[in-house]
């Protein structure tokens, strides 16, 4: 979890030694880079035509309110608590995912059996990106490819959020924007050749606050590469609170190289007198902007900091009371 403001005092820089990233998924002990770490991946043959993506991906019919909790979406009881606290169901549900593991049909199965898109953050820990670039990891990738085509229903993916942070390994001080790209565009086409096209591929920079002096549009893979352009933001009791202070200089930067439509990736408002406006100001800005698709919520207590929904009474009233008002894209069964 990063910071969102110069003056944020638990975020970003001073947060990346606390909480050692946002991911949460740890780099799996002694794995090999593009060697699953454990189940072997589904055999079952993929569909004769993939899911079609086109609906979501540009979405006119509502909005997403996405949930990143600790155990979801293998488990569905977080999500069913944080739903009764807010009086709505999640319809995009998180997950971290670590280098080498293999694809989580089951979670990805459990969010869409809810009603929920699924949505990866793929954490290329345990290799290097140069390494992923020059094809060390494509059997595994396929592999991870392949599993989701059979599978056949829509999946979200991020491949190396926050790229333009020094806080991750694939982030300024460890990769190059070139070599992200090449990296990027390597995983994507190698998506493209297993049939893997039931993916909403989302690139997901911080937002530029903590490092104004990084540009991103080197990280940017091209408009062929990429369906939503994810936003990794959160509200500090020192920083800005309004969603155009927040996001707005990186949204605009963003404007200058491509149109595609942006999701609040990862958020959370830090705890004090403030945090019930902020509550409201993060929904109106999703729901007042049609190029704005919707939030995820990263509802964990790490690090003492207490970033969940259920266990903040006053903030759970603002965000139950803004996002009752939310319309919401109905997915799943």
């Known amino acids: 979890m990063k910071a969102v403001t110069p003056a944020r005092a638990f975020a970003c820089l001073a ?12 780099p799996g002990p002694g794995a090999s880079p593009g060697a699953p770490a454990a189940a072997a991946q589904p055999t079952t043959a993929a569909p004769k035509q993939a899911y079609d993506i086109s609906a ?4 006119s019919a509502g909005k997403f309110l996405g949930l990143e909790a600790d155990g979801a979406p293998d488990s569905l009881t977080p999500v069913i608590g944080v739903a ?19 694809f989580d049909a089951r979670a990805a199965a459990n969010a869409w059996g809810y009603g929920a898109l699924y949505y990866m953050a793929w954490e290329p820990y345990n290799v290097t990106v140069q390494a992923i670039a020059d094809g060390s990891s494509d059997a595994y990738i396929t592999r991870f490819a392949r599993a989701i085509r059979a599978l056949n229903l829509p999946v979200s993916l991020s491949f190396g959020h926050e790229m333009n942070g020094n806080w991750y390994p694939w982030g300024t001080t460890q990769t190059s924007a070139a070599t992200f790209v090449a990296a990027w565009r390597h995983i994507h086409d190698l998506f493209t050749r297993a049939g893997a096209t039931n993916v909403i591929w989302v690139w997901n920079p911080n937002v530029i606050s903590p490092m104004p002096q990084v540009e991103l549009e080197p990280y940017w893979p091209g408009d062929s590469y990429v369906d939503w352009v994810g936003l990794t933001g959160y509200w500090a009791v020192t920083g800005p609170h309004t ?13 200058h190289f491509t149109t595609k439509p942006f999701i609040v990736a990862e958020t959370a408002i830090e705890s004090g007198p403030s945090e019930s406006s902020c509550a409201q100001s993060l929904v109106a800005g999703v729901k007042s902007d049609p190029r704005v698709l919707g939030l995820i919520w990263f509802d964990y207590d790490k690090a003492g900091i207490d970033w969940r929904v259920e266990s903040r009474p006053d903030l759970r009233a603002a965000l139950a009371t803004d996002v009752a008002g939310l319309p919401l894209v109905h997915l799943g069964t």
């Open 84 to 102: 009764a606290s807010l009086g709505r169901k999640p319809n995009l549900l998180g997950q971290y995912v670590s280098w080498g593991k293999p």
């Open 15 to 26: 947060l990346a030694a606390l909480l050692a990233g946002c991911g949460l998924s740890a």
């Open 56 to 59: 979501l991906a540009e979405p």
């Open 243 to 255: 969603f155009a202070g927040v996001y707005g200089p990186t949204m605009t930067e963003i404007r």
